[in-house]
């Protein structure tokens, strides 16, 4: 079974500077899809960026980037410029588009000091 | 556009006590889940609905029954609340793109059992 390992529960950056949020995940598969999403306090779960396992290129989405290692089985995620609002928890997720199945990481809680 | 939507917000139920979590979306989605989120932990699949019609287990399926009404609406019954289900109930419908797949998530139904 796939499994997605979040070693960070808890990490914190000043404003303005830069963070990286760890992720690995195992899987026997050679095509999948990879995402990261923010939870705020209200609960809602928010789409960040999304990585397809075929495309070699890493994705971002304006602040956000990833470093994406297929053969590590390795997804970080990049905040550049961290701002106030950018105060979650991140879960990573991998989906198998084979049978539908998804899995989420344990959580990265992160704090953004003024 | 509602998107996806939860009923209700918050339930309280006694162990052994039966009710059925609602979810409906309106965005015409073919695929449908339904996740629990406890505390420090990232979300589990509980059961999914590839299309209207089909159900499968998730990861974590035990105690619980699901049924697909039709294209728009995925309910989530337990039969005898145990306290090991309270949790943070999450539905979502997801839908292919072009850059592979977008989950939209409902607002979340917060279930404690006594």
Redesign the interface.
Same mark, same amino acid.
């Given at each position: 079974?796939q499994t997605?390992t979040?070693s960070q529960?808890e990490m914190s950056v000043q404003e303005a500077e830069t963070v990286t949020l760890s992720c690995t995940y195992d899987t026997s598969e050679s095509d999948y899809?990879l995402?990261w999403y923010k939870q705020p306090p209200s609960?809602? !779960?928010i789409?960040v960026i *999304?990585q397809?396992a075929y495309k070699q290129q890493n994705a971002t989405e304006n602040r956000f980037s990833v470093n994406f290692q297929k053969a590590a089985k390795s997804f970080s995620l990049k905040i550049s410029d961290s701002q106030l609002g950018d105060a979650a928890m991140y879960?990573c997720?991998y989906?198998n588009?084979y @049978? @539908?199945? !998804? *899995?989420?990481?344990?959580?990265t809680r992160l704090t953004v000091k003024p | 556009n509602a998107g996806v939507t939860q009923t209700p917000k918050f339930q309280v139920l006694k162990t052994g006590q039966s009710m059925t979590l609602q979810c409906a979306q309106d965005m015409n989605h073919n695929s449908m889940y339904w996740y629990r989120q406890d505390p420090g932990m990232g979300l589990r699949l509980i059961y999914y609905s590839a299309s209207e019609g089909t159900t499968d287990k998730g990861e974590v399926p035990n105690g619980y029954n699901v049924s697909r009404l039709n294209k728009r609406e995925f309910s989530l019954r337990l039969e005898s609340a145990a306290p090991s289900q309270t949790s943070v109930y999450f539905c979502a419908s997801v839908i292919p793109t072009g850059r592979g797949y977008e989950q939209y998530f409902g607002p979340g139904t917060r279930l404690t059992v006594t």
């Open positions: 079974a997605v979040q529960p899809y995402f609960r809602q !779960m789409l *999304r397809e879960f997720a989906r588009p @049978n @539908n199945d !998804m *899995r989420f990481g344990a959580g | -």
